[in-house]
């Protein structure tokens, strides 16, 4: 695998038509509330003449005004323009827009003239090649006539500078190092002051850091911070796991600006860890992983104010992990495609990283069948694997493994045991109950996930039933179906 | 290492600027403080926490083995199959009133619950005391195994359960021009449902008197009223009404139909 920063600077060069992901979408996002606003918006029947080339992707969107807005992305510069008279950028039409084409829904066409205008400033703006890059460079929008429905006096809207796809990546690269560098001064200043510093307390402390890392593209470390809001004073030990999560934050704040220096594989998952986003079309040019794929488990996980639903695949012969990611903002779906007790053959194309662990599905080579021969390993052999994964990725937060165990009560926390040890179940995880009437208190190839605070049951494989026991999402956030 | 952990969790909770860090002990850490040398109290401490929480999560290991849990008493009926798992969570978002005749249908077939299903069955009835009866009824030894593992589990309601309710379904309010159709033949239930539908005649407003007689006519009407509603004219103000209906009674007839024994 290549080294992050290499995969970039060819990823404008060779795989410039590829189609985003919904989560490079969500980053782009300014903040979570423009989110929020496209996706109603996100739907083929709110669009007019939407189209796609390997460019650009545009459309009209319908509303409740007379004429539709115009909307155009350069997805290759990462330009946008928009007649709305949003000053917020992207705006929500433009982030539905993207989300409409990152799910496959726009179909390829050829660019109107408004399309093609964003395409020709940004690569105006790439021939400029001025020694400074300024952070967002307005461009001259067309001059709103009286009958199309824009606010007289708008201001045009501004479109993302890209001199060129270099330039551009140097420019994310040194914010990155800059936000790095910001949020190990702010974990300085934390352990320098102390936890019991009443401002831990304070929600908008953690808020206000994590969106100086959003605005910094290190969306992944953002989201770290996020949750530790969370975990301040919730429970009585709440400094400890506060003072391990700032403990890997420090280390990636460290490797992150050290990634020049590191192993290609470790410094993939520095960058992944970090928010890096690799592009679906540079993954799918790597090696396939081929193999009859068990679905070992699945976990929805709420993350911020989107849904993200992990599944746990195991090769049958490799006996080599990988996790498939889909995620859904409110009122979307999860991916279905695959259900727990099953399997399927087929290549699997794994994201650059030490670990390796998430996947992309190529083709499949057959229809899915039920998953046979499932056995767990001893608690023994769970610890020394989630201890060399961890060697392998020390800022991981899950990891899966089979084990065969069977429930049991130690003191007033569930544990999974065997004859050689025993291992903790988060406290007050869902799935234990069914966990227990399903094994009555007998070992059973159980597939759990990994976490700093205890194991996690996600599948109990009886031997004529496999049941998903792990965290479901919140029915009321998806769409049906 | 559990102690250096600890001194560590204090300095930080007092922050560095009142108290210096620990000495790492000899080994790795150490190492790495001597490898790494940094100028100040608090990088110092930030290292060691990111070096010890490292450590201590890749370090993972076993705790002591705990004795198992004895199992339950051996109750001698099928589970319900595992497609009637999925049917009871569908019953259960879409068509509660269903539940009540899911539960009994499983007592009167000799089921018992599938495993997975006594813990939400039970949590759900909790403050029932007859529809957590009749849930025992149907969990049998496994609910009381999981009362004694997961008290939770067991009914706070505060009278105790009618016995004689248990194996009756509870009444639903059917207007007393509807009650025939409770009995009537199956053709004669289908064309009076779908001849007020199609003509408008039954609308949103009897909604909640049809969903009832539904609920409780004759299974055996069950597919024949299905048809007939399927066949409603599409451009009849009904035809929301009479695909809510249809649903109902496949739903209905699906479950009982899946729960009878082979």
Known sequence: MSHPLATVAVMSEVAAAARWQAEQVFALAPKPSSLTAAQ???VPSRWVGAGCDERAVWGRCTGGRAEPYECAIDHVAVAVRCSCPSRVLPCKHA????????????AEGEAPAFAAAVVASAVANSAKQAAEVPEVVAVPAPV???????DVGLIAPPIFPDRDPNAGRDNRVARMAAGLAELDRWLDDRVRTGLADPALARYSTWDDLAARLIDAQVGGLANRVRRLAGVVGAHPDWHQQVLSELGALHLLATAGRQMGSLPPPLA????????????QADVLAGVPDTDHWAVMGRSDVREDRIEVRRLWLRGQTSGRWAMMLSFAA?????????????QVHADLFRYPGALGLRVLVGRRHGDPAPATGIVGCSIAEACAQVGAAVAAEPWIERYPVCVLAAPARAGARWVLTDDGGSLPLVEGVTGVGALLACSEGRPVPITVEWTPHGMVPLTAHLPDRVIDLGPTADPSFLAAG | MNDYWNEMVTVALLGTDRRDPPTPPAGGLADLAADDPRPTPSQRLLQQVAGCTVVRRAGLLPGAPVATVAPPTHDPR???????????RRVVADWPLLEDEWVLAVVRNSRRLAPELVPPVLARHRTDANRHARAMVAAGPLGHWMIEWSPRLACTAKHPPVVELLAELPELPIVPELVPLLSAPPAQVARTLAAGLSSAELGRAHKA????????????????VAQAIDRVDPSSPSIGLAFALADLAHLRHHMLTELELA
């Open chain 1, 330 to 342: 409110y009122g979307q779906t999860l991916d279905t495609s695959m259900m727990v007790g099953t």
């Open chain 1, 40 to 42: 109603p918006l996100a």
């Open chain 2, 78 to 88: 099928p589970p319900t199959p595992q497609a009637a798992t999925k049917t009871w």
């Open chain 1, 268 to 279: 993939d998952s520095v960058a992944a860890a970090i928010g890096w986003q690799v592009r």
């Open chain 2, 209 to 224: 008197v049809l969903v009832n007689l539904l609920a409780r006519m004759d299974p055996s009407s069950l597919p024949a």
């Open chain 1, 95 to 106: 982030l539905a827009l993207l989300l409409l084409w990152a799910r496959g829904q726009v």
């Open chain 1, 144 to 150: 709103p006539s009286a009958d199309d429905g824009d």
